[in-house]
Protein backbone atom coordinates (compact mmCIF):
# COMPACT_ATOMS: atom_id res chain seq x y z
CA UNK A 1 0.00 0.00 0.00
CA UNK A 2 1.40 3.45 -1.17
CA UNK A 3 2.17 5.81 1.98
CA UNK A 4 -0.57 8.20 0.06
CA UNK A 5 -3.20 6.17 0.85
CA UNK A 6 -2.47 5.63 4.22
CA UNK A 7 -5.15 7.45 6.15
CA UNK A 8 -4.13 8.86 9.59
CA UNK A 9 -5.38 8.13 12.71
CA UNK A 10 -4.47 10.36 15.67
CA UNK A 11 -5.38 9.85 19.22
CA UNK A 12 -6.74 13.00 20.69
CA UNK A 13 -7.74 13.86 24.68
CA UNK A 14 -9.85 16.83 24.45
CA UNK A 15 -12.17 17.42 27.23
CA UNK A 16 -14.46 20.21 29.11
CA UNK A 17 -14.49 20.94 32.55
CA UNK A 18 -18.18 22.00 34.56
CA UNK A 19 -19.03 23.58 37.83
CA UNK A 20 -22.24 23.21 39.27
CA UNK A 21 -23.61 24.79 42.47
CA UNK A 22 -26.30 24.22 45.08
CA UNK A 23 -27.25 26.11 48.22
CA UNK A 24 -24.55 24.93 50.86
CA UNK A 25 -25.25 21.99 52.70
CA UNK A 26 -24.97 23.68 56.36
CA UNK A 27 -28.28 26.20 55.00
CA UNK A 28 -30.51 23.31 54.02
CA UNK A 29 -34.25 23.30 54.85
CA UNK A 30 -35.88 20.05 54.37
CA UNK A 31 -39.75 21.21 54.99
CA UNK A 32 -39.83 23.01 52.09
CA UNK A 33 -39.62 19.87 49.80
CA UNK A 34 -36.81 20.69 47.81
CA UNK A 35 -36.33 18.19 45.24
CA UNK A 36 -33.15 17.55 46.94
CA UNK A 37 -32.55 18.64 50.80
CA UNK A 38 -29.96 21.38 49.47
CA UNK A 39 -31.74 22.15 46.49
CA UNK A 40 -31.11 21.84 42.74
CA UNK A 41 -27.73 21.63 40.99
CA UNK A 42 -27.45 24.70 38.54
CA UNK A 43 -24.37 24.81 36.05
CA UNK A 44 -22.14 28.21 36.76
CA UNK A 45 -19.73 27.56 34.04
CA UNK A 46 -18.06 25.18 31.36
CA UNK A 47 -14.83 25.40 29.90
CA UNK A 48 -12.73 23.48 27.64
CA UNK A 49 -9.41 22.27 29.42
CA UNK A 50 -5.91 21.66 27.68
CA UNK A 51 -4.10 18.30 28.50
CA UNK A 52 -0.66 19.43 29.65
CA UNK A 53 2.69 17.86 28.63
CA UNK A 54 2.93 16.45 31.88
CA UNK A 55 -0.61 14.46 31.52
CA UNK A 56 0.19 13.30 28.02
CA UNK A 57 3.46 12.04 29.70
CA UNK A 58 1.46 10.95 32.48
CA UNK A 59 -0.74 8.12 29.69
CA UNK A 60 2.24 6.74 28.11
CA UNK A 61 3.20 5.61 31.33
CA UNK A 62 -0.07 4.17 32.27
CA UNK A 63 -0.04 2.97 28.88
CA UNK A 64 3.57 1.44 29.71
CA UNK A 65 2.56 0.13 33.67
CA UNK A 66 5.16 2.13 35.18
CA UNK A 67 5.54 1.62 38.47
CA UNK A 68 2.93 4.25 40.37
CA UNK A 69 0.92 4.81 37.67
CA UNK A 70 -1.88 2.50 38.25
CA UNK A 71 -3.85 4.55 40.30
CA UNK A 72 -5.04 6.50 37.52
CA UNK A 73 -6.77 10.30 37.98
CA UNK A 74 -7.59 10.49 41.60
CA UNK A 75 -7.80 14.42 42.20
CA UNK A 76 -9.52 17.18 41.38
CA UNK A 77 -8.26 20.93 42.84
CA UNK A 78 -9.33 24.67 42.26
CA UNK A 79 -7.48 27.31 43.09
CA UNK A 80 -7.71 31.89 41.81
CA UNK A 81 -5.27 31.95 39.43
CA UNK A 82 -5.80 33.89 36.51
CA UNK A 83 -2.69 32.56 33.99
CA UNK A 84 -4.24 30.88 30.90
CA UNK A 85 -3.31 26.83 30.79
CA UNK A 86 -0.23 26.18 28.95
CA UNK A 87 1.41 22.94 27.71
CA UNK A 88 4.59 23.17 30.34
CA UNK A 89 2.30 23.57 33.65
CA UNK A 90 2.82 21.26 36.22
CA UNK A 91 0.58 22.11 38.87
CA UNK A 92 -1.77 25.08 39.68
CA UNK A 93 -1.30 28.61 39.41
CA UNK A 94 -2.69 29.92 42.62
CA UNK A 95 -4.09 26.32 44.11
CA UNK A 96 -6.36 26.74 46.50
CA UNK A 97 -8.21 23.63 47.87
CA UNK A 98 -8.24 19.65 46.54
CA UNK A 99 -10.92 17.22 46.51
CA UNK A 100 -11.01 13.38 46.10
CA UNK A 101 -12.91 12.19 42.80
CA UNK A 102 -16.11 10.70 44.60
CA UNK A 103 -16.79 7.06 43.49
CA UNK A 104 -15.66 5.51 40.32
CA UNK A 105 -15.28 7.78 37.44
CA UNK A 106 -18.35 7.03 34.53
CA UNK A 107 -16.87 5.88 31.22
CA UNK A 108 -19.34 4.99 28.42
CA UNK A 109 -17.42 4.02 25.00
CA UNK A 110 -14.48 6.52 24.88
CA UNK A 111 -15.69 9.27 27.33
CA UNK A 112 -14.92 9.48 30.47
CA UNK A 113 -16.43 11.50 33.61
CA UNK A 114 -14.58 12.40 37.00
CA UNK A 115 -16.64 14.82 39.94
CA UNK A 116 -15.71 15.72 42.95
CA UNK A 117 -17.62 17.41 45.52
CA UNK A 118 -16.75 20.77 47.31
CA UNK A 119 -18.63 21.66 50.37
CA UNK A 120 -19.40 25.50 50.23
CA UNK A 121 -17.20 26.01 53.84
CA UNK A 122 -14.20 24.80 52.07
CA UNK A 123 -14.41 26.65 48.75
CA UNK A 124 -15.51 30.81 50.22
CA UNK A 125 -13.30 32.33 47.39
CA UNK A 126 -13.06 33.31 43.72
CA UNK A 127 -12.44 30.19 41.46
CA UNK A 128 -10.96 30.67 38.21
CA UNK A 129 -8.43 27.41 37.65
CA UNK A 130 -9.03 23.94 37.74
CA UNK A 131 -7.26 20.96 37.56
CA UNK A 132 -7.26 17.55 37.29
CA UNK A 133 -4.03 15.30 39.13
CA UNK A 134 -3.29 11.67 38.80
CA UNK A 135 -0.33 9.13 39.87
CA UNK A 136 -0.02 7.13 43.45
CA UNK A 137 1.52 10.79 44.60
CA UNK A 138 -1.10 12.32 44.18
CA UNK A 139 -2.32 13.14 47.89
CA UNK A 140 -3.96 15.39 49.81
CA UNK A 141 -1.79 18.14 49.83
CA UNK A 142 -1.79 20.69 47.12
CA UNK A 143 -0.66 19.88 43.83
CA UNK A 144 0.87 16.88 44.68
CA UNK A 145 1.05 13.79 41.94
CA UNK A 146 1.14 14.85 38.14
CA UNK A 147 -1.22 17.29 36.68
CA UNK A 148 -2.74 15.95 33.63
CA UNK A 149 -5.07 18.96 32.85
CA UNK A 150 -5.81 21.96 33.56
CA UNK A 151 -8.38 24.73 32.62
CA UNK A 152 -9.65 28.69 33.22
CA UNK A 153 -12.98 28.61 34.86
CA UNK A 154 -15.24 31.64 36.03
CA UNK A 155 -17.10 30.82 39.62
CA UNK A 156 -17.51 33.21 42.27
CA UNK A 157 -17.53 31.52 45.51
CA UNK A 158 -16.88 34.35 48.08
CA UNK A 159 -19.38 36.66 48.52
CA UNK A 160 -22.37 34.12 48.95
CA UNK A 161 -20.84 30.33 48.92
CA UNK A 162 -22.49 27.36 47.89
CA UNK A 163 -21.75 23.54 47.50
CA UNK A 164 -19.83 22.83 44.22
CA UNK A 165 -19.85 19.68 42.08
CA UNK A 166 -16.71 20.02 39.24
CA UNK A 167 -17.08 17.42 36.56
CA UNK A 168 -14.45 16.82 34.36
CA UNK A 169 -14.94 14.91 31.03
CA UNK A 170 -12.54 13.01 28.94
CA UNK A 171 -13.26 11.94 25.39
CA UNK A 172 -10.60 9.67 23.90
CA UNK A 173 -10.90 10.01 20.31
Not at 60 to 78: H, N, W, Y
Not at 104 to 116: F, K
Not at 159 to 164: G, R
Request: with cysteine.
Amino acid sequence: MAVENLVLDRLAIIGNVRVYSRRPSFLAVPEQNLAWPFGDWKLECRADNLVVTAGKILVAKMLMDESGFDTGLTRIEVGTGTTSPALGDIALVTATVRKTIISSPIRTGNVVEYRAFFPAADITANLRETGIFGHSTAGAGLGSGELFARALITFNNATSPADATIVWTLTFG
